[in-house]
């Protein structure tokens, strides 16, 4: 099996602040990776830098294109990356407002990602935007709303189904929970669990909670000040951690 993505040292300086340094690591096909850690670890900078939204300092991040070659990401033009961005990846915000046009419909929001691949087709495109509504547990009568009439909880699930209705082959999550009531929650975590499953997608989720980690990832890395300090499968992570930051944040959740 060949990786998915090949992380180099990857860098990023902000004057003399370190957003993430020398980070390296390979993502296979099908592999979802949670990346964890405190506010201001650099976890979010990192995921920035992997989905092209920075630029790093150093390092390089090749991806394994659908032709079979690698491609180093920084050497892409704007319009290859935006291309890829809409057609083989997706990005799920944690806000859902900044993932989704606001002020258009349901469908719409569904079906611009069809469009943006050629599909012309309006009957196919809202017939496809119905399939993903029902996937995603919005009832296809909402269809024609407008995200602003949505729970805070449907309006992540729309974003998801924005994202994966071009069958992307990865997916970058930021905090995909944050802001959420418990009970919403853990309604979508397993909705993104089903869904990746029966996708076959690899992902790579930025998160605070261990919680989300355990239930969605198959491998963890732990941020410490911009530096990966601990990684491996995350059931090992967790409940063996050999880093004692990573034993403080394993023990400050098992104490709530």
């Not at 002020?103 to 196919?124: C, F, I, K, P, Q």
């Not at 495109?125 to 029902?134: E, G, K, S």
């Not at 449907?154 to 418990?182: C, H, K, W, Y």
Request: hydrophobic residues 40%; glycine residues 8%; neutral net charge.
């Amino acid at each position: 099996m060949t990786p998915l993505l090949k992380v180099n040292d990857i860098s990023k300086f902000y004057g003399s602040r370190v957003g993430c340094r020398n980070v390296s690591f390979e993502l296979w096909p099908g592999e979802v990776l949670a990346v964890v850690g405190e506010s201001g670890s650099g976890k979010t900078t990192l995921l920035s830098c992997l989905s092209t939204r920075l630029m790093p300092t150093s390092g390089t991040v090749e991806y394994h294109m659908r032709d079979g070659q690698y491609r180093d990401l920084a050497r892409m033009g704007e319009a290859e990356r935006r291309f890829l961005m809409r057609t083989d990846w997706g990005f799920v915000h944690q806000n859902p407002a900044d993932g989704l046009r606001m002020t258009v419909s349901a469908g719409a929001n569904v079906g611009e990602r069809l469009m943006a691949v050629g599909d012309r087709h309006y009957s196919r495109i809202r017939d496809t935007a119905i399939d993903w509504l029902r996937r995603v547990e919005i009832d296809e009568s909402r269809i024609d709303d407008q995200p602003r009439a949505f729970s805070g909880g449907m309006r992540q699930r729309l974003q998801i189904a924005r994202n994966l209705v071009t069958s992307p082959r990865l997916v970058f999550m930021d905090e995909p929970t944050g802001g959420l009531d418990v009970s919403v929650q853990a309604r979508l975590l397993d909705l993104v669990r089903g869904l990746v499953h029966d996708l076959g997608l690899s992902a790579i989720i930025v998160t605070h909670d261990l919680a989300v980690a355990r239930l969605l990832s198959h491998r963890m890395m732990v941020m410490k000040d911009g530096v990966v300090i601990e990684q491996g499968l995350t059931d090992r992570v967790l409940d063996d951690p050999r880093e004692p930051y990573t034993q403080l944040l394993v023990s400050s959740i098992l104490q709530v």
